[in-house]
Every structure is written in C-alpha cells, then in structure tokens.
RNA sequence: GGGCGAUUAGCUCAGUCGGUUAGAGCGCCACGCUUACAACGUGGAUGUCGGUGGUUCGAAUCCGCCAUCGCCCACCA
C-alpha cells in the first residue's frame, strides 16, 4: 500500500480492485436482467448459440479464448440496439465422458461398467455432468459471459431429447438412416464403434512379415506356394482368399508410366530416390512377373491355397486391389479386419468370419487360438508358422497404427451392424450453403476443408455401443423366414393404426456375407417417434428388442442452434432468433460440427443455422502444443482470473487473437509460498507436486491425488502474457480515478466550439477515428486490430497527451467547465468502446460517474444509461474529425519529444526548467505559440521566442526537424562533450539517409516509372534530410566553438 | 501423398494497396515515487525481416524453389 500522506484525499484506491468490480458488477447486471432476450418485434435480433463446452472437465483457456469472443460480439450487438441473445449450455459429450468416469471408478474403485451396470453407470455419469457443468457455468459467469441463463441447455435434456428424437425419425422415415453391416473402427477398451474423426495415427515400431501359403495340386511348372505380406500376421486366421491381379503385366506397366510422369514433374533433388523406385520396378517387372502371371492362371482356373494353422482351403481370385508393384504382389484377404479387403470380400461373395470379440480376443473361429488377445495370438501365430517352416522372412517397418482418441489404445477394424446417415444429398445442401454464400466461413481459408471434406459425401456412422447418450429409438426383430416377414409386417400394420403417425419400419436385407441368413429371411426394424407405452409394450411382446446402442454425440450437437430454440415446435424464439447470427469456433471441428449443424439445420429447419462462421486461433502452450487437461499444460481461466482479473484475461485474448497466428502461451507455475513465477516445463507439468527453486517450499498441482500432496497449498497456473492487459486495466483505472478526483464541481454547462482548445479539438478529432477503426475491426472479427487500437489510443493519446494537457486547465476556475466537459465525453466514449472487450472495469467506472457526472454527452443531454451494458455503442462524430489540428498536434509532439531528449541525455535535474525557442514560419509560430504552457508542464521546458528570426543561443542543443529548428538553451547545464557526441551520431545517420535518398533519386528509371508523388515524396525528404545536416552541422560547430571559450 | 498456416529485436507478436529511417509489449540500460497511475513516467540500446532466385524504378510485403516448425485430410497388404 501506498504510504502518500495524501492517501486520505481520495477515497478511490490507487490499484483496481477487480476480484470485487467482477462480484459486484456480475450480480448487478443479472439481477437487472441485462443478460435476458426475449423476441421484440421492435428490435432486430443477433443470436450466438455457444459452442456447448463438454462436460468431461473444466474449461482452459481455450475455452475461454472462444467464450471472450463470443461475449465481446453479444455485448457490442447490444449496445448497438439488438435484441442480443447468446444461449449458453453444455454438450454430453457421450464417449468422452463416459470414459473419463468410467476410468475413474476403475482406478479408485477398481469397478467396470458391466459390474455397475447400465443404470448405475449412467446415474454416475449424471453425477459427473452436474457437477462439471456447475463448474463449467461459473467459469463462464466469472469470466463475465453475458448469457441468458433462463436459457441454458444441454444436449441430453428434454428438450433437446426431444429435437433428435424428431429428427432420427424424419431420417428414419426418409431413408436416410438405415442399419448396415460395415468395418468399423472398433475400440476393444471401451467396446465402442469410433468414427473416423475419433481416430488419431500414430508410428510405431513394427514389422513386415513374408508369408507361404501352400498351393494346392499345383500343375507341372506351377509354384508350391503364393507368398504374401503382412504387418499384422494374426489376421491370418480370418483369411478367405489370396488375390493376384488380373492384368500384372499391365499394372506394373502403368504404374512404371505414373512414376515416369512423376520423376518429370519432380524437383531436381527428389529425381534421384524416384528412379531408384522406378529400377525396382522395371527389376520387379523382371523377375516376378512371370510367377504373377503363372499365379493369375492359377487364379482363373479356380486353384485353391491352403490357409496355413486354420487348414483351411480358400482361393486364389483376381483382384486389382492386389498391386504387383507392393509387396509380393499378391495380397491376402482378410474381409473382416481390413476395410479394402472387406471390399474385395463383397465383389467376390467371399465368407467373412470375425475371429475377434469385441473386447479385443480372438474367438472361435480363430480355432486353437481363441481366447487369446491379439498380441498373444500374433506371437503364436508367427512362431507357428516359423515352425511349419512357412515364414520366408521378415522386415523391421515403421506402421502408422490407428488408435482411439478416448482410449488410447489400439483401433481394431470389426465388422458390426450400425447405424447409418446417408450423407450424399444432406452433405450437398451443406455444400451448396457455403458456395452461394447463406453461410460464410471467417476466414476464408477454411472453406476449403469444409467442402473438401463434405465433397466425400461418406456416410456417417451414428451407432455408439456405449450407455451414455441418446439411446436409438429402434425396435428390431429378426424374420427368420418369408412367413416370420409377413407376420412382423402385419403386426407392424397392426400397430401402425392404433398408434398413427409413431411408428415408421424398414426392413433390412441381409448382406451376402457368406454367413448363411436364411433365404427370405430379414431384419424388421421399428422408429418411435416418442416412447408410447403401449406400443413399446406390444412390440415387445412380439419379439422386437430396443438397440441397445446411443447416438454419437455430434448427432444432437448438430441440432444445437434450432434444438436450443424448442424446435420442432415453431416456438416465438425459433420463428425470432432462427437462424442465428455467427458461430463462434476453432477449427478442429469445422467438419465434425459445423458442416453436420448447417445439413442439419437445412433438413429440419429448412434455412440455414447461421449466417457467418467464426474460425478462432488456436491457444498453444510454450512448445507450440494445443492445450488439453490429459497433457497436463492445461491452464484454468480462473487462476488467471484470479491473478490479473476477468477484463485483463478477455483484453489479453483479444489483444492476441489476429487472423493468421495461433496463439502461443507459455505458462508458469505460480509457488504460492513466495509468488515468484516457476516455468512449466515438459517434465514438471505433470508432476503431482512441485518444489519451487526460488523459496525451496514444495506446492501440488492438478495431478495431486495422494493426501500429502493434496494438503500441500496449490500452485496457480498463469502467464505473464496477461500482464499487458492487466497493466491496461490499471492505467484505465487510474486515468478514471483522476478524472473523477476533478468532477466534484462538474456541471454539463453549454459550451461552443469556439471554446475548444487544441488538445480538446484534437482529441475528439482521435475519438472519431478510434470509435471507426474499433467498430470495423469488431465487424470483421479483427479482435487483435480492436484491442490493439483501444490500447494505443487510451494510453499513448488519451493518457499522455490529453490528461497531462488538461491537468493545468483544472486548475483554473474559468477554464475548468470545457476540460471537465470534453474529458468527461472522451473517457465516457472510451469505456463503452471498451465495454465489450473489458466489462468489468468499465461498469466499475461508469457507475463511479455516473455518481458525479450523469449527464456527460457532447450532444446528448440525457443521462447516461443505468449500466454500461445497455448504453449505445459509440457513433463516429464526423465533425470532429479535423486533418489540420492532428497534423499540428503532431508537430508540437515532435518538438516535446525533441526537449525531452535533450533534458535526459543532458542529465539536467528534473526540477530545473530549460528554456528554449523555436525557429520556423510565421504561420506555424502563430498555431504552436498558445502550446507554451504545455511544453512547461510537460518537460519542464519554457518557449522563451518563437518566429521565423529565432537565433540559437550560444549554448545550445539543437533539434532539426521538418520546417522547424529548436533550440534548448544549456547555458550552466551542458555536458558540451556528450552533446557533441549525441550531434556527431546525429549527423552521422543523417549522412547514411541522405546517400541512400540521394542513389535513390539518381536512378532514371525510378524517377521516370516511380509516381509522381512518391518521387516528389522523396525529394521532399531529401530536402528535409539536407537541412537536418545542416542544422546538425551548424549546431556541432558552435557547439565547438563554445566549448573553446 | 494432398492441403493450410507460420518463420520479423533476447521472448511474445504487429506490420494496410509494394514506396517508413521496419514497430509494440515484456526483458535490458540510464534517470525519476513530478499531486491519476512504480501494475508508473522520461529517454536509450537492440534487426542479414528463415535461405535463395525472380518480377519491379523500388520487396518484410508479390512469384518460384529450398530449409525448419505446426496443423488438417488421405493412404500405405
């Protein structure tokens, strides 16, 4: 604290207090009900449904890049006059939360869901989500979101319950969801079907294993054996066919063709590598072609190999998917466990036996190895096969091996029934939206992935085999025969009028899969629209089973902008705020999320859910890596709330968030004990505890879990990036407080233009160029430019200039009225152009004046708004605008900066004033005399003559500048050595300018081809440059001279 | 393999339509608690704009190539 005796005389303090503004202020503003929309006709609406947080954890700062933004848009739309609605809510996030609470109670009650149960466990994940959710909502409230709480959501609640249940059927009903049999991304730990989008690539160590397949009854000439390839050799057991090409001598031909194409196309350096391949193939064509040939003959004549450790005949077939150019040429085919061959299996109707659980083990169709896991059995098989004499070789190899994102482990292909979206009709609505511009994606970039990625049009998997979720709304019985059919169908036609409009059924065709489904036989699946006890119960006793299975998560956070609205009833707020007006979001789910909720929206609403698309950057730490809690470099937005305050974090983000750059954040530990910064490092951030090398006292972090650490104080996670921001606030802070600390007379008394000094007209003609570049750059999603140009302007502008120029004015009682008038209008157009970016802070202020001075407008003589959060979004006031007094401002900047510089590099005391004068033309004499007072009080420095007869004193330092020479009398106070110094340097950088402008302007070509008003620019320069020198030349000499007497 | 983005001061980043003496914050140096603010003020030092070739009168900026880093998508028996 300070110890100023003066201390007494204000009763504001000199540090912002922000813990207790955002206390203050938050509860204001809810109980006032500033945060709740509700449909006014009178009104234009802006809408942001939020990216609902996942209720798995906390939210980091990445979230809370994505909410300031969010908020920064709301808050400024309000002030603007919209009818401003931001639904808040939070997404079940099914396979994700599930495992998080499912490995929790395996590691701290070493239970697993099959011993909960189903209900148990979902009643736990309930648990969680209240609990996550209650988290997740006060993080967003303490970073002073304005939501609409009454609104909030969540993606398993009624109403959104309800929104899938509508929207699964109306697929249902159109066909565009159907049951299928399909290779699925199979997670053995959670049992779960995963999309492609929950899979992540990782390299590992493997190997490539040469395996011999026996032939059987090989003719004369024939080979005894096909040998092929593999780097998972347990699949062996599931093989069904070894395909040869076709055509080989063909393929090999084209593929030599493409290669040669490529190495033309290729850069020099890659030539060398390319032909090396293109030897190895003309090598290959040499010597394994004749043995593909014999094999594809073989293959045409119907032989049949023999699997080996199964004994098992299975055939040789042709196939382009076997390309002679890899490998052995030829290719075993495993339809169950790869998805090519699964593609092959079904063009040539090859049987396509499982050999593996769903909890990762083989099952009896592997035969003696059943029971074993797939890394037993790949040890069995190999040593088996070494045994038989049947490995011709093996290769070390590098393998990019699918693994689940949730689990981590290994991703196995397993053939399953799921559920479908059909996507080639949705997916080009989707499409079509963004082309023709009813959505634009910001920035433009990330279209491209969009449509690249909806261009697939690959159907979407939507079947979890997991518990938490929206479970299918299907009732399936399988008709074992032709009559079993009818009879379902009449039940169904049956059920069909005493329950209109409930029910819709398709009946599924089993697939040649070689497992043997009875002729005529089929799958008759029943939709619900909703759950009708009676018709449940009639299906039920009919044989029909509910799936067991739960939609994937993507499929209600796709409804989300319309679900959040009461869709399917047409609610006031759907027919008002739909569609929506941005979406706020980082890039990692512009595919998963955003093109499924404009299809989505398109189907079910018929109009798209928002008409612009938001890309935020994304929040890296030190190493260039996203945040995540399991990383460990997670930061919770509280502790920097809790540190640097609420407005600092959103100033700070925003300050950060520029179009192109992700943002990096390196973060530190804060050690509770001396609250010095510790670094994180890679290895420290997953510590339990944490010893702090400045004080040598140990803290816990997020990991702490065993009761000595947990006991230990908690370090905070920050960053000093925030303290920019912090230190803004602060500066806002004090250039409020002393701007109140001189209101206690203020009266809004009439004032005319003629009044105005220059400072004043100088900062309203600022004002009007902050208050546009500020409302462009927040139209463009340009945060960083708005951040940037509030901050330059209320510090560099505002509180240098402005607030140091009118500290003599409130001094005096005639001239007090018009300061107190313009600096009360400026401060009050700086708070609400900040008010989106930094709430807190300024409704702290805001309300502080209104207490002294409600009535502040320059043409407004109402009273300011009762909170800040609905006062009007500032207007640009054209007539400030005035080029003249900012290009004469500039030039009275020049000369204080000039004085200043002498005074520091002189040493001369800061108590003594200089005197100086200024040489120049009668016109600006005239502008930059009524400054004197300025150059006083703000560099110590009186203008004793000023006029185009100005002389240097005897004893000077001089400053050359454009059409202007001062002079900064020293005489008792020059250090004549070190001016010389300064002047010699001077002159020497004026002589590098000059010779540079001088080659410049000698060039013919830039005069001649150069616009005329660039060379005139230049020669203007060169002119100034020249007499700069001369000045210098003139002052290093009487400097000399001086210095000799 | 395809695509996107980045590389500017010790650190983190701006840099508009190609024309400035290339900027900011932090850090560093010097001086200063001067009545809003030491979370501050005044002044200062700090750059081969990743490399290279080109376009141009003129390139941090536009184009080609190279290097490094990050991300996304696809695929590899």
Same mark, same amino acid.
């Given at each position: 604290?300070?110890?100023?005796? $003066?201390?007494?005389?204000?009763?504001?303090?000199?540090?912002?207090?922000?813990?207790?503004?955002?206390?203050?202020?938050?509860?204001?503003?809810?109980?006032?009900?500033?945060?709740?929309?509700?449909?006014?006709?009178?009104?234009?609406?802006?809408?942001?449904?939020?990216?609902?947080?996942?209720?798995?954890?906390?939210?980091?700062?990445?979230?809370?890049?994505?909410?300031?933004?969010?908020?920064?848009?709301? &808050?400024?739309?309000?002030?603007?006059?919209?009818?401003?609605?931001?639904?808040?809510?939070?997404?079940?996030?099914?396979?994700?939360?599930?495992?998080?609470?499912?490995?929790?109670?395996?590691?701290?009650?070493?239970?697993?869901?099959?011993?909960?149960?189903?209900?148990?466990?979902?009643?736990?994940?309930?648990?969680?989500?209240?609990?996550?959710?209650?988290?997740?909502?006060?993080?967003?409230?303490?970073?002073?979101?304005?939501?609409?709480?009454?609104?909030?959501?969540?993606?398993?609640?009624?109403?959104?319950? &309800?929104?899938?249940?509508?929207?699964?059927?109306?697929?249902?009903?159109?066909?565009?969801?159907?049951?299928?049999?399909?290779?699925?991304?199979?997670?053995?730990?959670?049992?779960?079907?995963?999309?492609?989008?929950?899979?992540?690539?990782?390299?590992?160590?493997?190997?490539?294993?040469?395996?011999?397949?026996?032939?059987?009854?090989?003719?004369?000439?024939?080979?005894?054996?096909?040998?092929?390839?593999?780097?998972?050799?347990?699949?062996?057991?599931?093989?069904?066919?070894?395909?040869?090409?076709?055509?080989?001598?063909?393929?090999?031909?084209?593929?030599?063709?493409?290669?040669?194409?490529?190495?033309?196309?290729?850069?020099?350096?890659?030539?060398?590598?390319?032909?090396?391949?293109?030897?190895?193939?003309?090598?290959?064509?040499?010597?394994?072609?004749?043995?593909?040939?014999?094999?594809?003959?073989?293959?045409?004549?119907?032989?049949?190999?023999?699997?080996?450790?199964?004994?098992?005949?299975?055939?040789?077939?042709?196939?382009?998917?076997?390309?002679?150019?890899?490998?052995?040429?030829?290719?075993?085919?495993?339809?169950?466990?790869?998805?090519?061959?699964?593609?092959?299996?079904?063009?040539?109707?090859?049987?396509?036996?499982?050999?593996?659980?769903?909890?990762?083990?083989?099952?009896?169709?592997?035969?003696?190895?059943?029971?074993?896991?797939?890394?037993?059995?790949?040890?069995?098989?190999?040593?088996?096969?070494?045994?038989?004499?049947?490995?011709?070789?093996?290769?070390?190899?590098?393998?990019?091996?699918?693994?689940?994102?949730?689990?981590?482990?290994?991703?196995?292909?397993?053939?399953?029934?799921?559920?479908?979206?059909?996507?080639?009709?949705?997916?080009?609505?989707?499409?079509?939206?963004?082309?023709?511009?009813?959505?634009?994606?910001?920035?433009?970039?990330?279209?491209?992935?969009?449509?690249?990625?909806?261009?697939?049009?690959?159907?979407?998997?939507?079947?979890?085999?997991?518990?938490?979720?929206?479970?299918?709304?299907?009732?399936?019985?399988?008709?074992?025969?032709?009559?079993?059919?009818?009879?379902?169908?009449?039940?169904?036609?049956?059920?069909?009028?005493?329950?209109?409009?409930?029910?819709?059924?398709?009946?599924?065709?089993?697939?040649?899969?070689?497992?043997?489904?009875?002729?005529?036989?089929?799958?008759?699946?029943?939709?619900?629209?909703?759950?009708?006890?009676?018709?449940?119960?009639?299906?039920?006793?009919?044989?029909?089973?509910?799936?067991?299975?739960?939609?994937?998560?993507?499929?209600?956070?796709?409804?989300?902008?319309?679900?959040?609205?009461?869709?399917?009833?047409?609610?006031?707020?759907?027919?008002?705020?739909?569609?929506?007006?941005?979406?706020?979001?980082?890039?990692?789910?512009?595919?998963?999320?955003?093109?499924?909720?404009?299809?989505?929206?398109?189907?079910?609403?018929?109009?798209?859910?928002?008409?612009?698309?938001?890309?935020?950057?994304?929040?890296?730490?030190?190493?260039?890596?996203?945040?995540?809690?399991?990383?460990?470099?997670?930061?919770?937005?509280?502790?920097?709330?809790?540190?640097?305050?609420?407005?600092?974090?959103?100033?700070?983000?925003?300050?950060?968030?520029?179009?192109?750059?992700?943002?990096?954040?390196?973060?530190?530990?804060?050690?509770?004990?001396?609250?010095?910064?510790?670094?994180?490092?890679?290895? $420290?951030?997953?510590?339990?505890?944490?010893?702090?090398?400045?004080?040598?006292?140990?803290?816990?972090?997020?990991?702490?879990?065993?009761?000595?650490?947990?006991?230990?104080?908690?370090?905070?996670?920050?960053?000093?990036?925030?303290?920019?921001?912090?230190?803004?606030?602060?500066?806002?802070?004090?250039?409020?407080?002393?701007?109140?600390?001189?209101?206690?007379?203020?009266?809004?008394?009439?004032?005319?233009?003629?009044?105005?000094?220059?400072?004043?007209?100088?900062?309203?003609?600022?004002?009007?160029?902050?208050?546009?570049?500020?409302?462009?750059?927040?139209?463009?999603?340009?945060?960083?430019?708005?951040?940037?140009?509030?901050?330059?302007?209320?510090?560099?502008?505002?509180?240098?200039?402005?607030?140091?120029?009118?500290?003599?004015?409130?001094?005096?009682?005639?001239?007090?009225?018009?300061?107190?008038?313009?600096?009360?209008?400026?401060?009050?157009?700086?708070?609400?152009?900040?008010?989106?970016?930094?709430?807190?802070?300024?409704?702290?202020?805001?309300?502080?004046?209104?207490?002294?001075?409600?009535?502040?407008?320059?043409?407004?003589?109402?009273?300011?708004?009762?909170?800040?959060?609905?006062?009007?979004?500032?207007?640009?006031?054209?007539?400030?605008?005035?080029?003249?007094?900012?290009?004469?401002?500039?030039?009275?900047?020049?000369?204080? &900066?000039?004085?200043?510089?002498?005074?520091?590099?002189?040493?001369?005391?800061?108590?003594?004033?200089?005197?100086?004068?200024?040489?120049?033309?009668?016109?600006?004499?005239?502008?930059?005399?009524?400054?004197?007072?300025?150059?006083?009080?703000?560099?110590?420095?009186?203008?004793?003559?000023?006029?185009?007869?100005?002389?240097?004193?005897?004893?000077?330092?001089?400053?050359?500048?454009?059409?202007?020479?001062?002079?900064?009398?020293?005489?008792?106070?020059?250090?004549?050595?070190?001016?010389?110094? &300064?002047?010699?340097?001077?002159?020497?950088?004026?002589?590098?300018?000059?010779?540079?402008?001088?080659?410049?302007?000698?060039?013919?070509?830039?005069?001649?081809?150069?616009?005329?008003?660039?060379?005139?620019?230049?020669?203007?320069?060169?002119?100034?440059?020249?007499?700069?020198?001369?000045?210098?030349?003139?002052?290093?000499?009487?400097?000399?001279?001086?210095?000799?007497?």
């Amino acid at each position: 604290m300070s110890t100023s005796p $003066n201390e007494n005389r204000s009763e504001l303090p000199k540090q912002y207090d922000h813990l207790a503004a955002q206390r203050r202020w938050y509860q204001f503003w809810e109980q006032r009900g500033c945060f709740s929309s509700d449909p006014n006709p009178a009104k234009r609406p802006y809408t942001i449904a939020i990216p609902p947080p996942n209720v798995t954890g906390a939210l980091h700062l990445g979230h809370a890049l994505n909410n300031t933004l969010q908020d920064i848009c709301i &808050r400024r739309k309000r002030m603007q006059g919209f009818e401003a609605l931001w639904i808040p809510g939070t997404d079940h996030a099914g396979i994700a939360t599930q495992a998080v609470v499912e490995r929790r109670l395996l590691q701290e009650e070493g239970l697993s869901r099959h011993q909960l149960g189903r209900q148990g466990l979902v009643d736990r994940i309930w648990q969680w989500k209240n609990e996550y959710e209650a988290r997740i909502l006060g993080q967003l409230k303490q970073m002073g979101c304005s939501c609409d709480w009454r609104r909030t959501r969540f993606t398993l609640d009624p109403i959104c319950a &309800r929104a899938v249940r509508h929207t699964f059927f109306s697929l249902f009903k159109e066909r565009l969801i159907y049951r299928g049999k399909r290779l699925v991304n199979w997670d053995t730990m959670l049992q779960t079907a995963v999309s492609d989008d929950e899979v992540f690539h990782e390299t590992v160590d493997g190997h490539f294993w040469y395996i011999n397949y026996p032939l059987i009854d090989p003719r004369p000439g024939e080979p005894a054996h096909v040998t092929v390839a593999t780097t998972r050799p347990e699949t062996m057991l599931g093989d069904t066919a070894v395909a040869v090409h076709p055509d080989p001598a063909g393929a090999l031909e084209r593929a030599e063709r493409d290669l040669r194409a490529k190495i033309d196309d290729a850069p020099a350096k890659e030539r060398p590598e390319l032909e090396d391949l293109l030897e190895q193939l003309r090598r290959r064509r040499d010597e394994m072609l004749p043995l593909l040939v014999k094999l594809r003959d073989m293959a045409r004549r119907g032989a049949m190999a023999l699997l080996p450790l199964q004994n098992r005949p299975i055939p040789l077939i042709e196939d382009i998917w076997a390309k002679p150019e890899l490998g052995t040429g030829c290719v075993k085919i495993t339809p169950a466990h790869d998805p090519n061959d699964y593609e092959v299996g079904k063009r040539h109707g090859l049987p396509m036996p499982s050999i593996l659980n769903p909890d990762g083990t083989l099952r009896d169709e592997a035969g003696p190895y059943r029971g074993k896991t797939i890394a037993e059995a790949r040890a069995q098989v190999v040593a088996d096969l070494e045994a038989l004499g049947l490995l011709a070789k093996v290769e070390d190899r590098k393998i990019e091996l699918a693994h689940s994102d949730r689990s981590k482990t290994p991703i196995e292909p397993l053939l399953t029934d799921q559920w479908f979206v059909k996507m080639d009709h949705l997916a080009q609505t989707a499409i079509d939206a963004v082309v023709d511009g009813r959505v634009k994606i910001i920035p433009s970039r990330y279209a491209k992935g969009y449509l690249d990625w909806l261009g697939e049009k690959r159907d979407w998997p939507i079947s979890r085999q997991l518990w938490w979720g929206h479970q299918i709304p299907v009732w399936s019985a399988a008709a074992a025969d032709r009559n079993a059919l009818s009879d379902a169908l009449a039940l169904l036609a049956e059920l069909d009028r005493r329950f209109p409009r409930l029910m819709k059924h398709q009946v599924e065709e089993p697939e040649r899969t070689g497992e043997g489904a009875a002729p005529g036989g089929a799958v008759v699946h029943a939709c619900l629209l909703e759950d009708q006890p009676e018709l449940i119960a009639a299906l039920e006793s009919a044989g029909f089973v509910r799936s067991p299975d739960v939609l994937d998560t993507w499929f209600s956070s796709a409804l989300w902008p319309h679900s959040t609205l009461g869709w399917p009833e047409q609610t006031p707020e759907l027919r008002y705020y739909y569609p929506t007006s941005a979406l706020v979001t980082s890039r990692d789910i512009i595919t998963l999320w955003v093109a499924r909720m404009v299809l989505a929206g398109l189907h079910n609403v018929g109009e798209v859910p928002f008409a612009e698309v938001y890309i935020h950057p994304k929040i890296l730490d030190a190493y260039g890596e996203g945040m995540s809690k399991s990383k460990g470099n997670g930061v919770d937005p509280i502790d920097v709330i809790e540190k640097f305050g609420a407005d600092a974090l959103r100033f700070g983000l925003a300050y950060l968030t520029t179009e192109t750059q992700d943002i990096r954040m390196p973060v530190e530990f804060e050690c509770p004990h001396c609250e010095k910064l510790v670094e994180q490092t890679r290895e $420290n951030r997953i510590l339990p505890r944490i010893k702090c090398p400045h004080c040598g006292k140990a803290f816990s972090t997020q990991w702490a879990k065993k009761p000595a650490d947990v006991a230990l104080p908690r370090g905070a996670v920050v960053s000093e990036r925030f303290e920019l921001a912090r230190n803004f606030c602060n500066k806002l802070w004090n250039a409020s407080r002393f701007v109140m600390m001189n209101l206690e007379d203020y009266r809004p008394a009439a004032m005319s233009s003629e009044e105005l000094r220059v400072e004043d007209r100088w900062v309203l003609s600022r004002l009007f160029t902050v208050t546009e570049v500020v409302s462009s750059a927040f139209d463009e999603y340009r945060f960083a430019d708005a951040a940037r140009a509030l901050y330059d302007f209320a510090w560099d502008e505002f509180c240098s200039f402005y607030v140091e120029m009118v500290k003599t004015r409130l001094q005096n009682e005639a001239e007090r009225p018009v300061a107190q008038r313009v600096l009360t209008h400026a401060l009050d157009v700086l708070l609400r152009l900040l008010h989106p970016v930094a709430p807190f802070v300024t409704e702290e202020v805001w309300q502080r004046l209104a207490a002294i001075a409600p009535v502040r407008g320059l043409d407004d003589p109402r009273p300011a708004a009762e909170s800040i959060m609905i006062a009007p979004w500032p207007v640009a006031r054209k007539e400030d605008r005035d080029a003249q007094i900012e290009a004469l401002f500039a030039r009275f900047q020049e000369v204080l &900066r000039g004085v200043r510089d002498i005074r520091a590099r002189q040493n001369v005391p800061p108590r003594t004033t200089v005197r100086f004068s200024i040489r120049t033309d009668a016109e600006l004499a005239e502008a930059l005399r009524p400054m004197a007072p300025y150059f006083v009080s703000m560099a110590g420095a009186e203008l004793t003559e000023i006029g185009p007869q100005t002389t240097a004193p005897p004893l000077c330092a001089g400053i050359a500048l454009p059409a202007m020479e001062v002079f900064v009398n020293l005489a008792g106070v020059i250090d004549v050595e070190a001016e010389c110094a &300064r002047k010699r340097k001077e002159l020497a950088d004026l002589e590098k300018f000059i010779a540079a402008k001088r080659n410049k302007l000698q060039n013919q070509s830039f005069i001649e081809r150069a616009p005329a008003e660039v060379v005139q620019k230049e020669r203007d320069s060169l002119n100034e440059l020249a007499a700069a020198r001369d000045a210098a030349v003139r002052a290093l000499e009487q400097l000399i001279a001086a210095a000799k007497t």
